[in-house]
């Protein structure tokens, strides 16, 4: 598998294609109590279980979005998930099936 470069904007529009991530920098002495700067990144509403519109790649983008995070020049100082995780069903086994995916395919993320 050949590695990929990411920049800020690929990595961008493949989040968006994941329901959304943001880089922050914020300002210093904000990051307990100390003064250099940090970043984060936040992935929002993976809905993992999904399938069709408007995401036609469903099934690859939490996976494509752990390489970004991973592909990362710096790691950021942390990674946060808002949103849904999995995508709703009322069946509690593929609920649970759906957490057990996610949970896999996060476990990868290289992030402190």
């Not at 509403?45 to 390489?67: E, I, M, S, Y």
């Not at 649970?96 to 402190?112: N, Y």
């Amino acid at each position: 598998m050949q590695q990929r470069s990411w920049k800020r904007r690929d990595f961008l529009g493949l989040a968006a294609c994941a329901g959304g991530a943001v880089f922050a920098q914020a300002l210093p002495g904000w990051a307990a109590g100390r003064d250099e700067a940090f970043y984060f990144v936040q992935l929002s509403d993976a809905h993992w279980g999904f399938q069709g519109p408007p995401n036609p790649d469903a099934r690859g983008t939490l996976p494509k979005a752990v390489a970004a995070v991973n592909a990362l020049p710096q790691p950021p100082d942390f990674l946060m998930f808002t949103g849904d995780l999995t995508h709703t069903t009322d069946d509690a086994a593929e609920r649970r099936r759906r957490m057990r995916e996610f949970q896999a395919i996060v476990a990868g993320l290289k992030v402190p």
